[in-house]
């Protein structure tokens, strides 16, 4: 089976702009998640989307928003990008929701300058 | 807030001695915990869970110990091997729903 795929792998953006990361789960996975992980931070969870629905969310700004569609594919939108953005975006998905035994994908690296 | 901590930034060990990294975590509600490790330039990979319910999970040369009147869990790699140098994280959630991870601790093997 083919893994978790994110695109792009890398992208620089300047503030104020917006951005859209994508995502494809495994196959037959259902539940999609997206993570920033940054030095300082560590990981940190954003959303979680299950059969077309945002089911749990995390504690960031709604300038991250997410979506997901019928064949399980998600993406993941921020705009008015700041500096503090930049970020190692992660997704994972899994056969159902709840956020165990995830299947990560190799990230997006987001700078914003 | 940080509800979950990982206060080792980095370990080395000896290949073939026990490797411990320690995770502590201040939400008591947190009922599920898990483990990953990451290579540089991947995604982290679900190393082992344990749930509350449990203080000891075992899966091969791993074995994670949950202490819940101490809000401590730790993993034990026995024995480490070189493959095992990466970062580990700990992760917490409460039912399954926004988990918290801590910042990680890099772990190299030395052979």
């Known amino acids: 089976k083919a893994g978790v795929t994110q695109t792009p792998r890398y992208l620089i953006k300047t503030r104020g702009q917006q951005v859209t990361l994508s995502c494809s789960p495994i196959?037959?996975?259902?539940?999609v998640s997206w993570y920033q992980q940054t030095p300082g931070q560590g990981l940190q969870f954003l959303f979680e989307?299950?059969?077309?629905?945002?089911?749990n969310k995390g504690n960031f700004p709604g300038r991250f928003s997410g979506r997901q569609f019928s064949n399980s594919r998600s993406e993941m939108n921020v705009s008015t990008l700041e500096l503090g953005d930049s970020a190692l975006y992660l997704c994972?998905?899994?056969?159902?929701?709840?956020?165990?035994?995830?299947?990560f994908g190799p990230g997006t690296r987001l700078t914003v300058t | 807030d940080q509800q979950v901590k990982q206060n080792s930034p980095s370990l080395s060990v000896q290949e073939g001695r026990i490797s411990i990294l320690n995770c502590d975590y201040t939400?008591?509600?947190?009922?599920?915990f898990l483990w990953y490790k990451k290579y540089p330039a991947e995604g982290p990979t679900f190393l082992i869970s344990?749930?509350?319910?449990?203080d000891k999970n075992e899966d091969g040369r791993f074995t994670v110990f949950l202490n819940k009147s101490a809000k401590h869990l730790s993993l034990h790699i026995v024995p480490s091997q070189p493959g095992d140098s990466a970062v580990y994280f700990c992760?917490?959630?409460?039912?399954?729903?926004?988990?918290?991870f801590g910042a990680g601790t890099r772990l190299t093997v030395k052979p």
């Open positions: 994972a998905s899994s056969t159902r929701t709840g956020l165990d035994e995830q299947y």
């Open positions: 196959s037959g996975h259902r539940s």
């Open positions: 989307y299950f059969s077309e629905t945002q089911r």
């Open positions: 939400n008591s509600m947190f009922d599920y």
């Open positions: 344990i749930s509350s319910i449990k």
């Open positions: 992760a917490a959630s409460v039912g399954n729903n926004d988990m918290r």
